[in-house]
């Protein structure tokens, strides 16, 4: 038999499996789109009708959104391969479940009322002079009209990309415990490189303090965190030293920067090229992300000058981590296992490693620093409900129990 004639059989064997997987992952994409009602683009988990697991797996910056693009196919094609090869009949079973899980969640919402993101009590709120110098309160309610502590939430994106809603999904687990909850926007890479992102954080954060009366804020009482990219503008606020003016003609900028606790979700704890090499293994310190972010180029970057690498330094936050730094709580969906760093940039630019490092020099200054990851199934099932966790933390470090 002639290996062309081979080659003709194996095809025409193959093709009917090949079909299969990608009506599979064609089906499922066109589902996808149909879960995002609001045709925003983005997905929560609460919209998604799939498997959770399948959902954490799409999630690359576990930041909880998935983003509906053009790649998303080839992304869940990506993500299947790496779970190996299923046959037609398990390809089957498989969409079946799926298809019963989303006549479940459909039958729930008819029962209870559409699932809806909760609404902020005071939208869009301007800040600062750009567009995206907007920020959402979520009112928590408080015995006795007493001021409350409250809770900064910074999306992540990659300094590309997200928005300030999409911490809404978390915003029920802080004020149903009498916490309010704050989640803003700030300039892209695109608009301008760092360290503008960083300094309209500052000033979101400056602006609450100054107008805390009108939505009953403690001022000693706020804590600040973020997924991926906003995990690492929370850390830079809460550990660079108080950007208060006191001389200011801007009243806002008179105001602490001061914070009394972090949460973070698959943080870097530092954006310099040089250290990411050093510290985590693979390709994430040549991330698209970090170039745009400060301006250079994998081809150009040993040609930065001084002034350029101060401001890397100046924008990564262990620079800045010393003693008098506030209590900080980071999750991690990965495992602290090196190798998966390796594997894939986008799990390196997000790995436990990062957060094992700040933990390490936090408890040389012995600042609390707790660090969880993901390397077993009851991790993973803690990790799912870190949100009862964190708000245990900050009634911990807030004192209000």
């Keep these: 038999m002639t290996a062309r004639l081979v080659t003709v059989i194996l095809g025409v064997l193959l093709l009917p499996v090949i079909l299969i997987a990608q009506s599979d992952t064609d089906r499922f994409v066109m589902r996808m789109k149909q879960d995002d009602k609001n045709g925003d683009g983005k997905l929560t988990l609460a919209e998604f009708t799939g498997p959770k697991r399948l959902f954490e797996k799409l999630d690359d910056d576990g930041d909880g959104v998935l983003l509906l693009s053009e790649n ?48 902020p009590d005071h939208q869009n709120v301007r800040y600062g002079e750009h567009e995206r110098h907007v920020l959402d309160v979520y009112l928590a309610e408080t015995e006795n009209n007493k001021p409350a502590p409250c809770m900064i939430w910074i999306h992540g994106g990659g300094f590309r990309r997200g928005d300030k809603s999409e911490g809404s999904m ?17 300039r892209f890479s695109q608009h301008e490189i760092a360290p503008a992102c960083f ?14 009366e009108t939505w ?28 208060a003016n006191p001389t200011a003609q801007d009243p806002v900028m008179r105001e602490s920067t001061r914070v009394s ?22 390709d994430a310190w040549m991330g698209e992300g970090l170039q745009q972010l400060f301006g250079y180029t994998i081809e150009d970057v ?23 730094d506030p209590p900080t709580l980071l999750f991690y969906r990965r495992s602290r296992d090196p190798q998966i760093a390796v594997q894939n940039p986008m799990d390196g630019i997000h790995h436990p490693l990062f957060g094992l490092e700040l933990e390490e020099r936090a408890d040389k200054w012995g600042v609390p620093c707790e660090v969880f990851t993901v390397e077993t199934p009851k991790d993973r099932i803690f990790y799912n409900n870190r949100w009862d966790y964190a708000v245990e933390f900050l009634e911990k470090h807030f004192q209000m129990k």
């Design 302 to 324: 040993d040609e930065l000058n001084d002034k350029q690498l101060r401001t890397i330094e100046e924008c990564s936050p262990l620079t800045h981590f010393s003693g008098d």
């Design 261 to 282: 606790a972090l949460i973070l979700l698959n943080a870097q704890t530092s954006y310099d090229f040089r250290w990411i090499k050093q510290h985590i293994p693979g």
């Design 170 to 186: 978390f915003s029920s687990f802080f004020t149903q415990n009498g916490i309010h909850y704050v989640t803003l926007n700030y």
């Design 72 to 119: 998303t196919a080839q992304k869940l094609r990506e993500v299947r391969a790496r779970a190996g090869t299923r046959s037609a009949p398990e390809l089957e079973n498989a969409e079946r479940r799926i298809q019963m899980e989303t006549t479940r969640s459909r039958a729930a919402g008819m029962r209870g009322g559409a699932r809806q993101r909760p609404q």
């Design 216 to 243: 009953n804020i403690d001022t000693k009482r706020i804590a600040i965190g973020g997924g991926s990219a906003g995990a690492g503008l929370a850390q830079w606020l809460a550990y660079s030293p108080d950007r």
């Design 199 to 212: 300094h309209d954080c500052a000033r979101a954060l400056q602006f609450l303090r100054r107008n805390a």
